[in-house]
């Protein structure tokens, strides 16, 4: 585990400098971030690798996956309706609200390993994913979206709105997420139902927050996904502290 080594491991930062480069250039190439985002995401990839290992940057690179595709899903009927994500890619400020969490987490478990710290960075992970995947969907082949605070049918991209076909593909990426992150080690298999109703419970903590408070110009955006990944970080950590 990260802890029981010394701060710093040449070969672990090394891998994650080199993880970090490649997978910039490649979010770049394909278009997932601008030009910030690009930035951004490198430093953040940097210290998952570096702090957590290689099993964080493989769930780093299935939310990547998982999030582009879904993005570029359906994109001709989005860019018609209005909600279609911006050609340049992700800004610095969208990467940080997804993995700001994340980072944070693995920046103290390296500091001191503990089961509750690697949680909250794969659920956390894991929500970003979730958010992402259901919105994108959601807005390409979804059907009547649904105000979550009222139930009310509301245009599509409207903030807060849900609808049967994202919630369904956000808890596929969700449980892809975590399922990496329990292939590789990162997580026991026996908490990855937990990990998963942590990320499913920040997704729609996000959606209660885009229809409470967005809507009304309280949060923007980034704000609302930020505190999505918190809700699921949070309420995994609870799940390990109380479990012992």
Not at 42 to 49: K, Q, R, S
Not at 106 to 122: D, E, P, Q, T, W
Request: hydrophobic share 55%; with cysteine.
């Amino acid at each position: 585990m990260a802890g029981s080594e010394h701060w710093f491991s040449w070969a672990q930062w090394g891998n994650a400098a080199l993880a970090a480069l490649i997978f910039t250039a490649l979010g770049r190439w394909l278009r997932g971030v601008s030009n910030s985002g690009a930035v951004a995401g490198a430093a953040l990839c940097f210290l998952l690798g570096a702090c957590a290992g290689g099993g964080a940057l493989a769930a780093l690179v299935s939310v990547f996956v998982l999030t582009w595709c879904a993005t570029r899903f359906g994109e001709s009927r989005k860019q018609k309706s209005g909600v279609a994500e911006k050609s340049d890619g992700r800004r610095a400020s969208q990467v940080l609200a997804n993995l700001g969490v994340a980072t944070a987490a693995a920046g103290l478990y390296r500091i001191h390993a503990n089961l509750a710290l690697v949680l909250a960075m794969a659920a956390a992970l894991s929500e970003a994913a979730a958010d992402t995947v259901a919105s994108e969907i959601g807005q390409a082949a979804g059907s009547n979206p649904r105000l979550i605070t009222t139930w009310r049918v509301v245009p599509s991209g409207t903030d807060g709105g849900v609808t049967l076909e994202g919630t369904v593909a956000g808890a596929i990426a969700a449980a892809a997420v975590n399922a990496i992150c329990a292939v590789t080690g990162l997580i026991p298999w026996n908490w990855f139902a937990i990990s998963l109703a942590a990320a499913m419970a920040g997704m729609l903590a996000d959606s209660f927050l885009g229809a409470w408070l967005e809507r009304r110009s309280v949060l923007n955006n980034d704000l609302v996904n930020f505190f999505g990944t918190l809700t699921a970080a949070v309420l995994v950590t609870l799940a390990a502290v109380t479990s012992r």
